[in-house]
């Protein structure tokens, strides 16, 4: 199953067959790099391994006319201009949930294709998704059009779920950032949320919203105490997950509206995140109103 627009396709396609040499390549890049990345975070050896090998390949598909990381400063200009052609800009998270590489746990590499010059609301996003290094690698592919679960392997795609759905009753729950540092109408909202549902979380988004896809639930990563913008970047992170939960029926949320319709100031901006079912989503604007 491809998708029908070619540069998104090249881009997805790209994306899946590197998956697998990321996969491997994960093996001795577990360390630290001296370096920060823009957000002030310690780059692993694996981040700003990953971004290059990405970006060197997204960045020369004919239609990709930017790439821009959550490991690098500025945006990479690779051919037409977004805001004044028909290219495209595409935005990677090239390693999520990296803090994950030192105890072996789920991590992902999540991307959005935007038809607009970054950084661009996430309403302009043609396309987005994810891989999961899991026990097995999958990938989830979000257009207009189709929303499809792969498993890959060896660069090959196949199908699992044609029309992944956020099922109805929600199951699990994840939420980031230190109890403490939670405001109160936060913390009084996640308390009712973990007397109904299961907590599941693993500290990687990807791996964190993929249970949510699976099981029904919410996901988020509120503002906090001593950040009230959060963690989360709304380029890398917030934009292409909250495309892919909306798609897949559900909400997303900064706390207030729709992560879609954030007007972004900075390419390395942070939000809240908060995605899952309609019903929860709706419950913590409230909670947080
Ligand atoms: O360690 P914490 O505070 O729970 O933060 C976990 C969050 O931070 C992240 O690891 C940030 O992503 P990166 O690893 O891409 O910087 C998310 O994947 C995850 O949801
Ligand atoms: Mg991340
Ligand atoms: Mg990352």
Redesign the pocket.
Known sequence: MTVSDPVVESVVATISRSATEIRQGLIGRRGTVDEENPSGETQAEA?VWADELLGDRLAAIDGVGQYAS??RAEIVDCGDDPSSTDAYAVAV????G?SNLKSNNAMGTIFGVYDAALPARGDTLVAAGFVLYGPITTMVIATDELITEYELSGGERTVVDRDVTLPAEPVVYGFGGRVPDWPDDFRAYAREIESELKLRYGGALIGDVNQVLTYGGTFGYPGLESRPEGKLRLQFEGNPIGYVVERAGGRSSNGSQSLLTVEPDDLHDRTPVHVGNEELIDRLEDALA
Not at 93 to 96: A, I, K, M, R, V
């Open positions: 981040d959550e490991e998270d090239p390693l999520d990296s």
